[in-house]
């Protein structure tokens, strides 16, 4: 069991076959849930925990509100999909019921496209489809930004419309706190990129105008699959 830890400026590595992740702080404390060796993203991300949704709410471009469904591939960072150090993402179509917070960029209809990272094939292709899989047909709260178009100067993007239609704008999670799923069963809510999940709470405990997270102990990959579902 993990608590969630105080705000700071925090790294995250994403195993995402079992749903098990390794949360350090910049002050060397290190905790990890990790029972068995796990195919990871291969991707550390750092970042400045929010105190509750009020602010990652303040944080972000837009809010919403709304059902994932099957992810696409997404666009190659690197220079090709043969690149050794390229990542290859995926693009979840989220069917849109209410704008929560912000403004939506224009949309041919009421889906908006969110760009993630995920296994790498590398990885193993078993491991992608798994988590591809675990976005599908998912009730959820997004935290969200618009994605660059360009990663930078010293990163190509091979291919920059894939995963969507043409001209349609591309999101990313504001942090990795930014992408709640309601688990399958309906009871509890998965924190996908942060790794955590809570299994009392649901998702209005996540909405813009809740000021702190839930205050409940948070399970960390041990007690529950990639796909938010408790394990025997």
């Known amino acids: 069991m993990m608590r969630m830890l105080p705000k700071k400026l925090s ?17 060397g404390d290190t905790e990890s849930a990790t029972n068995s060796p796990a195919p990871s993203t291969g991707i550390a991300a750092k970042y400045e925990e929010s105190e509750g949704p009020a602010e990652l709410a303040r944080k972000s471009a837009v809010v919403v509100r709304g059902s994932t469904r099957t992810p696409h591939e997404g666009r190659i960072r690197g220079e090709s999909r043969n690149d050794w150090g390229a990542a290859i993402t995926v693009v979840v179509p989220v069917t849109i019921e209410s704008v929560e917070a912000g403004e939506l960029a224009p949309l041919v209809d009421d889906t908006l496209y969110l760009e993630m990272n995920a296994p790498q094939e590398e990885a193993g292709r078993e491991d992608r489809e798994v988590f591809k899989k675990a ?12 994605a660059p178009e360009k990663a930078s100067r010293y990163v190509l ?5 894939a995963g969507r239609p043409a001209g349609q704008p591309l999101y990313q999670a504001t942090s990795p706190e930014g992408i709640l799923l309601e688990n399958r069963d309906g009871e509890g809510v998965w924190s996908v990129e942060s790794g955590l999940d809570f299994p ?7 909405l813009p105008d809740q000021v702190k997270f839930p205050q409940q102990e948070a399970e960390v990959g041990s007690g529950s699959a990639i796909d938010g579902t408790p394990v025997e």
Do not use: H, K, Q
């Open 11 to 27: 790294t995250i590595w994403l195993s995402v076959f079992t749903g098990m992740v390794v949360l350090s702080g910049c002050g």
């Open 135 to 146: 976005l599908t047909d998912r009730a959820g709260i997004f935290y969200l930004t618009r």
């Open 157 to 161: 993007i091979v291919d920059p419309e």
């Open 200 to 206: 009392n709470s649901s998702l209005v405990d996540f």
